[in-house]
């Protein structure tokens, strides 16, 4: 059963479309990277998708039930801003979730703490650092054995080792139990070895779905003289252009032309390319 | 759940017993203390009778000037505890939980809003109930035991007197709890759901006491112009009086008024109170009459005290639930 589809989302804040008209069907069993720059409708997808906030238009459906203001039994979240009840201890705070859910796997809980570095169960949650809340925020989320793992910037505030012991964690998962992930990040390179499929999300619309291998062949990037531009097949997503060369993001590319290079994007390029373009279709429109 | 819900409360319930603990010991030595002195200066028989009978009259005095304060004392503890648990209990209920993103954790768990507002609702206010009733109940107790000595003298009509008795300190109590917990949810501030609820709940406060006496059921009394109504003295609630004419019609205040002067100084001499209650019912004033609710009757206003302040509360907990639904 598809985990997540949304048809036709948008929500509004007062004047402002945080997201609008987005479609889209996750596949199962797949960790999907959503990409986009702040304030592009990332924490506001996910939040709808989790039953906090209520779509303006359109409808989330997950597991194929509508998301209608709270959460599907099979979808665990993580917010953001991680609000765990900093006046609790770990264990207090794992008493507290496991009282709030009907399915709770106290031993998942402390399979993942117990993965992690020396975490304190008796230490309150406000006393420890920042890494350490967004782990522990994810054992919880983990503990009501989840279908479909929603994350929002799960490797935000880790350094390097808290975010490999938390990517294994999420990983393991995925082998183990075939769960579901959505992650956002900024991090596109610790998100490309453990996604297998993106979803690029850009001023509250799509603007790239699909498996990440697939998606990366689909794309070349071509480096060639300014002057030959119009020779290049293809559709163009972005250019940058300096007075010796030109470089294109090119999807669905023709042969390549004569004097210009030829390589595939990286996911880092690929996300750049199209948030570049969309960064300039709004300065043109604001001009316009 | 309720573990949940005394686990995140349990500094305001702690509070909550200690308050209980210490203000009953403090009102048990108290009372074992003013009952002594009693004893001890001969005024036992005053408690119980009028004041106007009681004949050691210095001991009267110095009784009043070395416990009248406590009495008040007492007596505010009662009058503020409701206010106490909408600013402290109410208020940050919510508004603590939406400023802090709590509530983000509680609403990505299995169990409804609904079921999340209604556990943490029952483990605040049902504990702090209890306290008010219990401390209300052993001021009572100590303030009865003063009988005429004390401020139950003034009667159950007395502004302070009904607000500490009976069933009215809990339908104010309720009140005050879901206005803070509204105010809570709408503002999402703590601070502010706590400022603009202690505002909002004494202005109500003073703007519904006159309302609720309109509500409760009166009593009518006539008598003829020459005997007093005897309302205004025996610790009744006189919500109304006038004058009627011969045909049994109320007649207008300020002509009332008028003839009421005329018939005082008819011809510049003053005239005999004969001559004056004479006068009246010549005049057109010929029957006295009062609307009241008398002093065994207050239990019926304490229940439309209840009544009403229940009815707000309840409205604004619905009020609490809807914008709780509604946020993200």
Redesign the interface.
Known sequence: MTPLSATAVGKRYRDRWAVRDCSFTLPEGKVVALIGPNGAGKSTLL?MA?????PTTGELRTFGAPVR???H?DV??L?Q?R????D?TVR?LE???A?????WSTDRVHEVLGLLADVDLDAKVGTLSGGVVTQVAIA?ALG?LPRLLLLDEPLADLDPLARDETLRIIMTEVAERETTVVMSSHLLADLREVCDHVLLVDDGLVQVDGDIEEVLARHRILVGPPTGESTVEGTLVSATRTQRQSTLLVRDAGPVPEGWADSEPDLESLAMGYLRASRERRASARRR | MIWTSWRLQRLQLLTLLGMLVVGAAAIVLLRSNMVDTITSTGLAQCVTQDVKDCTASEAMTDFRAAWSNLFYLGQAAILGLPALVGVFIGAPLFARELEQGTHVLAFTQSVSRTRWMVSKLVVALVPAVIVLAVLQYLVWWWLSSAGALGPLNNGPYNAINFSIAHASPVGYALFAFALGTFLGVVSRRTLVAMTAGLAAFIAMRFALSAVVDRFAPTQRMETTGDKSLGVETDGSLVLGRGWLDAAGLPVPEDRARTLIQACKAPTGAKPSQEEFLACLPRSGLAKRYAYYIPESQAWQVHLVDLAVFGVLAGLLLVGTAWALRRQS
């Open positions: 939040r989790a039953g906090l906030v209520r203001g709270r959460i039994p665990s979240f917010a801003d609000p765990l009840h900093r609790l207090e008493r507290f979730c009282a709030m859910n009907d399915r919880m009501r």
